[in-house]
């Protein structure tokens, strides 16, 4: 299992440091209470990029979520709140909307999975004139040029016995395998260039590369 945010270091030269304060299960209101937070705000420096992204965890509503479920007001909230403290570090914030989990319907198309939550990024974004990487729309897009059977091979798609650590299998289209960790980040670094970010100028590996699909059969 690999985050997009673990493959993205690889990219850039040495002017660059990436620190990953990504958490598992984070919603932007756990975040916040458990104060991951407030580390990130208090060491953040001049010229500082700082990337957000929230969603999968604050909508999910079910019962044995309660604790980490963030209503979308409360997430535009939050969202608010870390770009103001970033900004007045002079940092730069960047909105990442909630990349697409892996659906399709009975046509083979896939399927939009964060739609409230995507929309609130991208109203946040253009209120504070924040750069934003619309990952939902360009995840999606990603899975529907690999096809519904293809695009499996992104994420914890394992079969019994396949991988020593899952020896029962594993069924999850949320989360990546290094492979799509990859191809994801890719999707980030290339916007980032779409937008002549200054950060453009610090990427240095070819993005367009191609990544081997260590399961492809």
């Given at each position: 299992?690999?985050?997009?945010?673990?493959?993205f270091a690889?990219?850039?030269?040495?002017?660059?440091?990436?620190?990953?304060?990504?958490?598992?299960?984070?919603?932007?209101?756990?975040?916040?209470?458990?104060?991951?937070?407030?580390?990130?705000?208090?060491?953040?420096?001049?010229?500082?990029?700082?990337?957000?992204?929230?969603?999968?965890?604050?909508?999910?509503?079910?019962?044995?979520?309660?604790?980490?479920?963030?209503?979308?007001?409360?997430?535009?909230?939050?969202?608010?709140?870390?770009?103001?403290?970033?900004?007045?570090?002079?940092?730069?914030?960047?909105?990442?909307?909630?990349?697409?989990?892996?659906?399709?319907?009975?046509?083979?198309?896939?399927?939009?999975?964060h739609v409230?939550?995507?929309?609130?990024?991208?109203?946040?974004g253009e209120?504070?004139?924040?750069?934003?990487?619309?990952?939902?729309?360009?995840?999606?897009?990603?899975?529907?040029?690999?096809?519904?059977?293809?695009?499996?091979?992104?994420?914890?798609?394992?079969?019994?016995?396949?991988?020593?650590?899952?020896?029962?299998?594993?069924?999850?289209?949320?989360?990546?395998?290094?492979?799509?960790?990859?191809?994801?980040?890719?999707?980030?670094?290339?916007?980032?260039?779409?937008?002549?970010?200054?950060?453009?100028?610090?990427?240095?590996?070819?993005?367009?590369?191609?990544?081997?699909?260590?399961?492809?059969?």
């Amino acid at each position: 299992m690999t985050g997009w945010g673990m493959p993205f270091a690889d990219y850039f030269d040495a002017s660059v440091a990436v620190d990953n304060r990504a958490r598992g299960g984070r919603s932007t209101r756990t975040f916040l209470s458990e104060n991951l937070w407030k580390p990130v705000a208090d060491s953040l420096k001049e010229g500082d990029y700082v990337f957000i992204q929230f969603g999968h965890n604050d909508e999910a509503m079910q019962p044995q979520y309660a604790a980490r479920y963030t209503s979308v007001p409360d997430y535009k909230i939050n969202l608010i709140k870390f770009i103001t403290e970033t900004r007045n570090k002079k940092a730069i914030p960047v909105l990442v909307t909630p990349v697409s989990r892996r659906s399709f319907d009975k046509d083979g198309n896939a399927k939009e999975t964060h739609v409230e939550y995507t929309k609130a990024v991208l109203e946040v974004g253009e209120q504070y004139k924040v750069p934003v990487i619309n990952l939902d729309k360009k995840s999606r897009e990603l899975y529907q040029e690999m096809g519904a059977s293809s695009s499996k091979y992104l994420f914890m798609e394992l079969n019994p016995g396949e991988n020593p650590n899952y020896p029962l299998g594993q069924h999850d289209n949320t989360h990546f395998n290094e492979y799509g960790a990859r191809k994801i980040a890719q999707i980030v670094l290339n916007d980032i260039k779409g937008q002549h970010l200054e950060l453009e100028s610090r990427i240095v590996r070819d993005i367009n590369a191609s990544v081997v699909n260590p399961q492809a059969k």
